[in-house]
């Protein structure tokens, strides 16, 4: 199992980022997929999580608005499209999936959200 996250980088308040992540090792489109963050010194937040299918889509209330999660099972991706960022958006994106009680993530990718 292997989750691959891309698109992350410097960005100044109010601009735009998409991040992407690729799994590979495990049946794709079986599984509701997850973005989570944590910055320094915080608790990891669960950012958006969406379904299998991709008919089902879900945000933290910090992100509801701004930021749309998305996928593509037959190229095994899904994404994150974060409009209008914020300083305090500033975090270590991982993708995510769980199965059986067992998590998997890939290794993140930085975020940085300042002027």
């Known amino acids: 199992v292997q989750l691959v996250e891309s698109g992350g980088g410097l960005v100044q308040p109010g601009g735009s980022l998409r991040l992407s992540c690729t799994g590979s090792?495990?049946?794709?489109?079986?599984?509701?997929m997850n973005w989570y963050r944590q910055a320094p010194g915080e608790e990891r937040e669960l950012v958006a999580t969406i379904s299998s299918t991709g008919g089902s889509t879900s945000y933290a209330d910090s992100v509801r608005g701004r930021f749309t999660i998305s996928r593509d099972n037959a190229k095994k991706v899904v994404f994150l499209q974060m409009n209008t960022l914020r300083s305090e958006d500033t975090a270590i994106y991982y993708c995510?999936?769980?199965?059986?009680?067992?998590?998997?993530r890939g290794q993140g990718t930085q975020v940085t959200v300042s002027s």
């Open positions: 995510h999936f769980e199965v059986y009680g067992t998590d998997y």
């Open positions: 090792g495990f049946p794709f489109s079986m599984y509701d």
